[in-house]
């Protein structure tokens, strides 16, 4: 694209004018306004011919691979027209995950330096550069010469995980599992740990008569919990779940207590996958293990994206079932309006329980409650009231159907998710439900 610049406006402006002046004074030289615009349009030629340099032009941007929600990152543009030296201009286009600081463009240095961009990552997600637009002058400054680059830059908005790591150790702590690991308690779990003397108050079942017999005394035989299970973390992202609740989409907090829950089962042993979908599955990552895999787990974290479609909960639950060889943890991140709504959810999860073991993390319609609650002050407020109690009596036999069907159902605070998800998950554990 070319167009003029500032400077041949002003050159036009500041010849006609006086040219006007000398045909109203001297009609018979006429021609000397004509004479000018022909000039003008001749320099403007020879600059937009002179400046052009498309086929020299390389641009490059450089910023980092991932940055955290919050964080601000410096994206660095070079672009240069071969062995011209003409000073570029440069805009940038971003998505809504990123917001510029100090604006989206700006000049390049002459002596071939790049341009520094600041940029906050405001949501997660994988925000992206599109489009890079550039503009040089001719030599003569009359004409801008624009062109605009299809890039395909990448920034991975992972979650903030700072909160969670701190609420993972509190619990580790609080659970007393060291470093991770669990405690080792006789008579608990299922993996053999050691053989110790028999004492008083024991479970005659924890005795191992054989040695007992070999050695002349009783022994029993202690266990711990055992590792190696198989933890599938689901996320729903369809359009109920990115409805913003406090503030902050559903979604995002469901990713967040995910995380925490990842972050405690690979300290403990345990192998932890990622599968999101809404409409059909769209996340699926490999089960993992050991805590360095958790930057992996964090990263596709960041794919899963927001929807405006409705939940498809059969080729979700079939496809991840599917994928299953061996008995695990399904623990689903979802929500409901109603049982007509659950109703193909309800068929699924039956079959889904009677091989696995299946959690459900729901939020707390807060909205609803509080409108269930208040006092009335007029004919439209207690028409609100009753319309949500009716809707939260409608979820209660959704959970009530889930637990009959042999799921375990966990409805907490939005802001306690994560902690009420991690306590029922080392308890399973120890009640050797895994």
């Not at 969670?164 to 779990?189: F, N, P, V, W």
């Not at 709504?341 to 309800?346: G, K, R, V």
Request: net charge positive.
């Amino acid at each position: 694209m070319i167009y003029p610049s500032g400077r041949a406006v002003w050159a036009a402006a500041a010849g006609a004018i006086p040219a006007f002046l000398i045909a109203l004074a001297l009609p018979h030289v006429w021609y000397l306004g004509l004479l000018w615009i022909c000039l003008l349009l001749a320099f403007l030629a020879v600059d937009a011919a002179a400046g052009r340099g498309r086929a020299t032009l390389d641009a490059t941007l450089t910023a980092p691979p991932q940055v955290g929600v919050g964080g601000r990152f410096t994206l660095h543009i070079a672009a240069g027209l071969g062995a011209r030296t003409r000073r570029l201009q440069a805009r940038v286009g971003h998505d809504q995950r990123l917001a510029p600081v100090k604006g989206t463009g700006g000049t390049l240095p002459a002596n071939g330096g790049t341009l520094d961009l600041e940029f906050d990552a405001v949501r997660r997600g994988i925000a992206g550069f599109d489009r890079l637009w550039l503009r040089w002058q001719g030599p003569f400054g009359l004409v801008w010469n624009q062109v605009v680059l299809p890039v395909d830059r990448k920034v991975a908005v992972l979650p903030d995980v700072s909160r969670a790591r701190d609420e993972a150790i509190t619990l580790l702590q609080r659970s007393a599992l060291a470093d991770g690991h669990a405690q080792k308690r006789a008579g608990q779990g299922r993996e053999f740990e050691a053989l110790k003397d028999y004492q008083p108050g024991m479970g005659r079942r924890m005795i191992d008569w054989k040695r007992s017999a070999r050695h002349g005394k009783l022994l029993a035989r202690e266990f711990r919990i055992e590792e190696n299970n198989n933890i599938v973390l689901a996320i729903d992202c369809g359009r109920l779940m990115c409805e913003p609740v406090d503030g902050v989409p559903k979604v995002d907090r469901a990713v967040t207590a995910a995380l925490l829950s990842a972050f405690i089962a690979l300290k403990g042993g345990d192998l932890v996958s990622l599968f999101s979908f809404d409409a059909r599955p769209r996340v699926s990552s490999g089960a993992v293990r050991g805590s360095p895999s958790f930057s992996m787990i964090q990263k596709r974290a960041a794919e899963i994206d927001y929807s405006t479609e409705e939940t498809n909960f059969t080729l979700a639950l079939t496809t991840l079932a599917a994928k299953l060889d061996r008995r695990s943890l399904v623990i689903i991140f979802t929500d409901f309006v109603d049982p007509i709504s659950a109703e193909l959810m309800l068929r699924t999860v039956g079959r889904l329980t009677e091989r696995h073991l299946v959690l459900f993390m729901l939020m707390k319609d807060v909205e609803l409650e509080t409108l269930a609650d208040m006092a009335p002050g007029s004919p439209e407020d207690v028409a609100r009231a009753v319309t949500a109690g009716d809707l939260l009596r409608q979820r209660q036999v959704v959970i009530g159907r889930l637990r009959l069907l042999g799921a375990h159902v966990i409805e907490a605070d939005h802001q306690l998710l994560g902690p009420a998800l991690v306590e029922r998950y080392i308890q399973l554990k120890e009640e050797n439900l895994l």
